[in-house]
């Protein structure tokens, strides 16, 4: 890569890499200019979103079934739907399952997904196309249709994994059921989680790890510096940025993460591997509750910022010592976890 | 939940011809224009020859077009709930039997008064009728028959059984002197479960005053499920899966020895064509579920469909009038002979003549002895997934306590059941 | 040196096998014949059959839902980069009343349960007589891309040194032009990353289109994929082929623009 250290001899690595220092120069005009440039923004927002939660709030306050859907009448109960949410012991047990799950997830995301950013960053380049366009393949799998193979290679009667155990000479695996319960039917959500949560970290990472250049490697090795130090006092202050945003992302999503669940096993056996979302769907959408759907979906919302909002004030406090808003900024994206 | 309930014969090639008939491009959806209705039938439900003379005949006479939109399974529950709300969205719609009451009661549907005095299959009508108020016609019935492979049963000495214990008989032969595998019965068929529970008189659910109540804790519960646990110790299937997944017809039959099955005669036909496909021979014969005694056939679940007319329809002269054609003597007769009479027919004055040794013979047989769920409007809850049903067979079948499995699943069936 | 060189080849061939192998079971299955889409013993090896192929684009309507499906994305795309680039800028460059909040706002967006908001919507579009509709659907997937295109774009905008910007304003540009002759031109993995993002997010939208847009006309390529699965049974092998062609797109898409996004990134970096 050519860099070109005479002409911007002030030029910071990239933008994953910490952001630039903005020296305090010269004030930028601004008055009514910047409300124009978001409004197009705040009022679409406002218009769907917005518009679309003050709604389902509205419901959530309300009897709000088939009939009232079709018949288009509102009859209000109060707080019927969040008592009877909150008096549910499912609901409880969903939550503490969606964070046991989502601290799970995130976690293995981020570290394989670190692992493999780090090995991108070492491979030669024949290798590393070899693997990037694996991770590629694996992150542009719609969801529905990577969650029906996964179905399959764990099914019981013609399931691969059952196969595979077969043949490597273990016993029990004849008609072996992967998803007999609520952990196991979670360990492979988990898995298809992870293997397509992964490709978005670690294909970013390895964007980000290129901006540093590998001088700066060298001296630390000089010094006898080992991998292990390199990575803890090189990479991990300057991608601070990155895995702070990283992780707010992949816990946003995993959070929400709805079709694997579902699809997998409907949340079953016996509601076993019923996370929030799933719980909202079956109650709300499956059962046309569509008033205790909402008053579920508020709740996990307000838990979800007031979990989040520990993150939210990190963002903002390392804003502010940048002096102008930090970010990681980096590929795509698949909808949803 | 799905309703697979489709006619026997010559299934597979409708889907498309189906749709083709139908739209014109300008969509459904347009808000109820006077010279066209839409009309949504389930995909597969008709053949298409049926529905493409029937709208032709229909447009002569009317002068209006009728536009056929095939809808698919998958997400049908929220597409008719939301279009059953909007001005002109569709004008006749079928609905699957166990469903109707449930829409019935959310105003969605056009009452049909003016039909109630057509000669309707008695049986089919308690699904389209609320407090004697009819909001769908039935359209067609079917229900589940044995398929069995002949010659492995002829190999295994087996005889084709009049009662359960003579079936019980006939399966350990086969299991002895065979390596097929008996029967082929998923854990969840909770159908046919439910054929079992009411030979001994009981019910997913009984009426208690204004509510109802979840009746699987019951002896009927636990002999029906008995009976089922027995059967299900000859199949090879898991005990956490229905006949849908696998698909027990075209997915787990094909691959072989199966000597026996419990199936809807869509599913017979794609099991035939998936075994030609690969170049064998399906060797079928079928019998009526047996009963408890040779005097009763088993009592099996008589599913099926209705038409029935959106209360928002854009154009609700043409849907009744699309409606009195598509039910009338002679087009449902004409339906049943398009079938080649695979299917109950939905008025007595319908005959269905099924040629000798077909699906069709056996299944007509225990028409007369079919079961239909609680007829509430909370009963499609209860099918919903997480179905609590399914859930209680995998416990009952794994060896849980029968008691505490069918406890659990009735205080859902409960809630769920008295939701509107 | 070497030895490990080859560990970490090794270790990198046998994670490409592993993320790989699910998308070539999907690509396989769509060659299969029917009866060894599910075998006991599973078939790796099979004379390849192209016969799912033309039933799934034999579909009735399918260039429809084809035309569809590139119109809802291509319009959410555009839309949510020009909108989310000026909101960009703002968040920045600008200093103004509100901004934080502006910012909170946006990370809060991201967290937005659509799944669950789906009825919502629809009663909303329903009311407003918008149902059927493929600028509903636009505007749905537009906004659903937004925040994360704002956050996206902002960042790379407040990596672009200030100083280049107001170099060019001394030469005489104002301030528009500054933005589009020093900014724009380094935004290019930026608009890329946010592009993909609502590539995928409008291509793949099944739940929303299923009930707002039930005319068969107005349909979009998820609800394709699904009809395979009937109350015949499912065609897994249309099902699968159908997938694989949904989503060679949205691979070469990833496959070229990945690249840039890397590419340009980097070079972005350390260049001026």
């Known amino acids: 890569m050519t860099v070109d250290i005479e002409e911007a001899p002030s030029r910071p690595p990239g933008p994953l890499a910490g952001g630039p220092r903005a020296r305090r120069g010269r004030r930028l005009p601004t008055g009514w200019v910047p409300y124009l440039l978001i409004a197009p923004a705040v009022v679409a927002l406002l218009a769907v979103l917005g518009y679309a939660l003050v709604r389902n709030l509205l419901i959530s306050f309300q009897e709000f079934g088939r009939r009232q859907l079709i018949s288009r009448t509102t009859e209000w109960t109060g707080l019927d739907n969040y008592r009877e949410v909150l008096e549910n012991d499912r609901f409880w047990d969903s939550l503490v399952r969606t964070f046991v799950f989502m601290a799970v997830n995130v976690v293995l995301i981020m570290v394989i997904g670190t692992l493999i950013g780090l090995l991108l960053n070492q491979l030669g380049r024949a290798m590393r196309l070899v693997l990037s366009i694996s991770l590629v393949a694996a992150w542009a799998m719609p969801v529905t249709v990577s969650t029906t193979v996964f179905s399959w290679l764990f099914d019981t009667q013609f399931g691969v994994a059952n196969w595979v155990m077969r043949h490597l000479g273990f016993s029990g695996y004849e008609q072996h059921n992967w998803f007999g319960s609520g952990l196991s039917t979670l360990t492979i959500a988990t898995l298809l989680i992870v293997w397509g949560s992964v490709p978005f970290v670690a294909l970013n990472l390895y964007a980000g790890l290129t901006t540093i250049g590998g001088e700066i490697y060298e001296a630390a090795r000089m010094d006898g510096a080992n991998a292990w130090r390199i990575f803890w006092s090189i990479v991990a202050p300057i991608m601070r940025p990155f895995f702070l945003i990283t992780s707010f992302l992949e816990i946003i999503w995993v959070f929400k993460a709805f079709v694997q669940i579902y699809a997998l096993n409907g949340g079953g056996p016996d509601r076993e591997s019923e996370t929030l979302p799933v719980m909202a769907y079956i109650e709300g959408m499956g059962q046309n509750q569509y008033g205790t759907g909402a008053a579920i979906s508020v709740l996990t919302l307000v838990i979800l910022l007031v979990a989040m909002s520990f993150y939210f004030r990190l963002i903002l406090r390392q804003e502010r010592e940048e002096g102008l808003p930090t970010q990681t900024a980096t590929a795509p994206v698949r909808s949803g976890a | ?420 | 040196m070497n030895a490990r060189k080859t560990w970490l080849n090794l270790v990198a061939l046998a994670l490409s096998a592993a993320f790989l192998f699910p998308v070539y079971w999907m690509f396989a299955t769509s060659f299969k014949s029917d009866s060894q889409v599910l075998t006991r013993d599973p078939v790796f090896f099979f004379t390849p059959t192209f016969e799912h192929y033309s039933t799934a684009t034999g579909v009735n309507l399918f260039w429809t839902y084809v035309r569809n499906s590139l119109v809802v994305t291509v319009g959410a795309v555009l839309l949510a980069l020009a909108v989310a680039l000026c909101a960009a800028f703002a968040l920045a460059r600008m200093r103004f009343r509100g901004r934080r909040g502006m910012l909170l706002a946006v990370m809060m967006a991201q967290m937005a349960p659509w799944e669950i908001l789906i009825i919502v919507v629809y009663l909303n579009a329903r009311d407003l007589s918008m149902l059927n509709s493929i600028g509903t659907l636009v505007l749905v997937y537009f906004v659903m891309a937004l925040p994360f295109s704002i956050w996206t774009l902002r960042g790379f905008i407040a990596a672009v040194p200030k100083e280049l910007e107001e170099s060019a304003m001394i030469d005489g540009c104002n301030r528009g032009q500054a933005f589009f002759r020093v900014i724009f031109p380094l935004l290019g993995p930026g608009l890329m990353a946010t592009s993909l993002f609502g590539f995928i997010l409008a291509w793949n939208e099944y739940a929303m289109v299923l009930v707002l847009n039930k005319a068969p006309d107005a349909a979009t390529l998820p609800l394709w994929i699904t009809q395979f699965q009937t109350n015949f049974g499912n065609d897994w092998g249309a099902t699968m082929a159908a997938s694989s062609m949904f989503t060679v797109p949205v691979l070469l898409v990833f496959l070229v623009l990945q690249r840039r996004v890397t590419g340009g990134l980097a070079a972005g970096a350390v260049k001026g």
């Not at chain 2, 005990?239 to 696998?246: G, K, L, Q, V, W």
């Not at chain 2, 003597?329 to 339906?335: F, I, M, P, S």
């Open chain 2, 1 to 420: 939940m799905r309703h697979k309930l489709v006619a026997a014969v010559g299934a597979a090639a409708m889907t498309v011809a189906l749709a083709a008939c139908g739209d014109d491009g300008s969509g459904g959806g347009g808000g109820g224009s006077s010279d066209s209705i839409t009309v949504w039938l389930m995909d597969g439900s008709a053949p298409d020859s049926w529905v493409s003379e029937l709208n032709t005949a229909f447009e002569e006479k009317y002068g209006v077009t009728v536009n056929v939109e095939t809808q698919q399974w998958d997400g049908i529950q929220d597409r008719i709930t939301t279009a059953l709300s909007e001005d002109g969205t569709v004008d006749v719609l079928e609905i699957g039997n166990t469903q109707t009451v449930g829409y019935a009661n959310t105003g969605g549907l056009a009452d049909l008064g003016e039909f109630a005095d057509e000669p309707w299959s008695e049986n089919m009508l308690d699904s389209a009728r609320v407090d004697g108020t009819l909001y769908a016609l039935p359209w067609y019935g079917a229900n589940r028959v044995v398929v069995y492979d002949k010659s492995i049963w002829a190999d295994a000495g087996a005889e084709v059984p009049t009662t359960r214990e003579e079936w019980i008989d006939a399966l350990e032969k086969i299991d002895e002197n065979t390596d097929a595998e008996p029967i082929y019965l998923p854990g969840q068929s909770y159908y046919v479960l439910g054929g079992f529970i009411a030979d001994e008189g009981g019910s997913f659910a009984v009426q208690d005053g204004d509510s109802w109540e979840g009746a699987l804790d019951t002896p009927a519960g636990q002999a029906g499920m008995d009976f089922y646990r027995q059967l299900q110790s000859f199949s090879n299937s898991p005990t956490d899966n229905d006949e849908a997944s696998p698909q027990q017809s075209t997915e787990v039959v094909p691959a072989g020895d199966v000597a026996s099955w419990i199936g809807l005669g869509w599913e017979a036909a794609g099991a035939t064509a998936a075994i030609e496909e690969q170049g064998g021979e399906a060797d079928f014969g079928y019998f009526p579920i047996p009963g408890k005694t040779a005097d009763e056939l088993g009592h099996v679940f008589l599913g099926g469909s209705n038409l029935a007319v959106s209360e928002r329809a854009g154009n609700r002269e043409m849907a009744m009038n699309w409606l009195r054609m598509a039910t009338s003597q002679e087009w449902a007769q004409k339906y049943v002979d398009a079938n080649e009479g695979g299917v109950v027919p939905n008025r007595t004055d319908v005959t269905a003549e099924p040629a000798p040794g077909t699906f069709a013979e056996a299944m007509v047989q225990s028409a007369d002895v079919g079961f239909l769920p609680p007829l509430t409007p909370g009963w499609a809850n209860v099918e919903t997934e997480p179905n609590p049903i399914k859930e209680f067979m995998t416990r009952a079948l794994d060896g849980d306590d029968f008691s505490a499995a069918a406890g659990d699943a009735d205080s859902e069936i409960t809630t769920r059941i008295n939701r509107e």
